[in-house]
Nanobody, 125 residues
């Protein structure tokens, strides 16, 4: 079992930055691949970024490549999402998720087993 708690969301102007954190409970955090997803009103939840259990492999949605960066600190049981050059279309509830996946990254929403409660990110124009 893994429990996830996101933090760091808020209101920011277009072009600004935010730093999201996701703290995980449990002693086996380093065995889980982690991902960030987002869901805007009226839209399906979509993949944003993912990182392998050791942190050596990452993947990003095309819409955030070059602007967002995912990282993790296994000693602190935490995964991060640095978001730069934010756009109004980045407005959504952001969720972190965990799945046991060996050494791979996982980009498919339905494969993830554990989810946080989400944190709101609002980007004003």
């Amino acid at each position: 079992q893994v429990q996830l708690v996101e933090s760091g969301g808020g209101l920011v102007q277009a072009g600004g930055s935010l730093w999201l954190s996701c703290a995980a409970s449990g002693r086996s955090f380093s065995t889980y691949a982690m991902g960030w997803f987002r869901q805007a009103p009226g839209k399906e939840r979509e993949f944003v970024a993912a990182i392998s259990r050791g942190g050596s492999t990452t993947d990003y949605a095309d819409s955030v490549k070059g602007r967002f960066a995912i990282s993790r600190d296994n000693a602190k049981n935490t995964v991060y999402l640095q978001m730069n050059s934010l756009k109004p279309e980045d407005t959504a509830v952001y969720y972190c998720a965990a799945v046991w996946a060996g050494s791979k990254v996982v980009v498919t929403t339905t494969r993830y087993d554990y989810w946080g409660q989400g944190t709101q990110v609002t980007v004003s124009s």
